[in-house]
Every structure is written in C-alpha cells, then in structure tokens.
C-alpha cells in the first residue's frame, strides 16, 4: 500500500513514531478525543504506543493509519485512515480526526476523500464504513455531504471510556 497521497492544501503521510509529537497534540485534546474510542492522552508515550500498534496492523494489511500534515508548513494537524481493511469481503472502515483549530476548514473531506478515491480505485475495495457516535453532528454533516449514505444506528456496538455506546453506520459503495 502506498505510504503517502497528496491533495490540494494537504500531505497524507503513512505514520511513523517520530510523527508521535505532532500527534500527542491532536490526540491530548478533550475536545478531538470526545468522540473517539480512546481518551486524550496525557504523555507523548501513548502517542508512540498507538503509532507502533497501528504500523503493526499496517504490516499484516489489516489497516493503514496517515497523519494529515498541511502542505504549506508540513505541520501535523490530524490523522486518518483505515481503521480496518478487508480484501476478503472488499471493505474498509475509515477514521479520522483533526486539531480542534483546524475544524471547520474542509481538511477532513479533502483527506477522505483522498482516501476514498485510493480505496476504490487503487486497492479494488467496493465499500467504505464510518461509525459514529450519534451526537458527533459534525461528522455527521461530513459524511452526509461526502454522499455517504446512512444504514442504522448499531445499539451499544462499541465499549469506549468504559461505557457501551451507539454508533450511527453510514457507507458508501464503489457503484454509488
């Protein structure tokens, strides 16, 4: 799999532990990590903990984490990819998120859909999935407007902090 896909204003770059900075800024913020599955970090240790587990996954092709780095300043603002790959059944599931002060600047949909584009077209896959956590309206809306089409709502699909939690699942297909 390819380690690195440019877009207009970004550079999604494979992830490596010397990326564990940038990445403990994004991920030791309350307000990015409130709807993921983890909380916000408190030492750069778990950042280089995550980078090492997710390169893992990259190694057997079960998944493939980017930082998303702005391409004026190379600064890391927020990771995505795919949390879960499966040739088998031709699907992936996509995972993303951004420093809070990037939010709302059409970051998020330029890397998706980068990695939409390379999902479908490179690695032949012919669906994408999202959960989400139903009150994260934000990602909501970005899905919804990446044309993702929305599925159910998975009842207590997922143990996060130490709670069972909802997810909405929302997908797009290669022939949508």
Same mark, same amino acid.
């Given at each position: 799999?390819? @380690?690195?896909? #440019? ?19 994004? !991920? ?9 599955? #983890? ?6 240790? /778990?950042?280089?903990?995550?980078? @090492? ?5 990259? =190694?057997?092709? $079960? ?11 190379? /600064? ?25 002060? =990037? !939010?709302?600047?059409?970051? *998020?949909?330029?890397? #998706?859909?980068?990695?939409? @584009?390379? *999902? ?5 896959? =012919? ?12 990602? #909501?809306?970005?899905?919804? @407007? ?12 997922? $143990?996060? $902090? ?9 997908? $797009?297909?290669?022939?949508?």
């Amino acid at each position: 799999m390819i @380690n690195e896909l #440019i877009t207009k204003r970004l550079t999604l770059r494979k992830m490596q532990e010397k990326d564990s900075a940038g990445l403990f800024a994004v !991920w030791s913020d309350p307000s990015v990590t409130r709807f993921m599955n #983890i909380p916000a970090f408190t030492g750069e240790d /778990q950042a280089k903990e995550m980078i @090492n587990f997710l390169a893992e996954l990259a =190694h057997e092709n $079960k998944a493939l984490r980017y930082t998303i780095r702005t391409k004026d300043s190379g /600064q890391i603002i927020g990771s995505c990819g795919y949390n879960t790959i499966d040739f088998a059944n031709g699907k992936t599931e996509l995972g993303y998120e951004l420093a809070k002060e =990037h !939010w709302g600047k059409g970051y *998020a949909s330029e890397a #998706i859909r980068e990695l939409m @584009n390379y *999902a479908f077209e490179e690695l032949n896959l =012919h669906r994408i999935e999202a959960k989400v956590e139903p009150e994260n309206k934000n990602s #909501i809306r970005l899905l919804q @407007n990446l044309e993702f089409t929305f599925e159910g709502i998975l009842r207590d699909a997922e $143990k996060a $902090k130490g709670r069972f939690v909802d997810l909405a699942m929302y997908a $797009k297909l290669s022939t949508d």
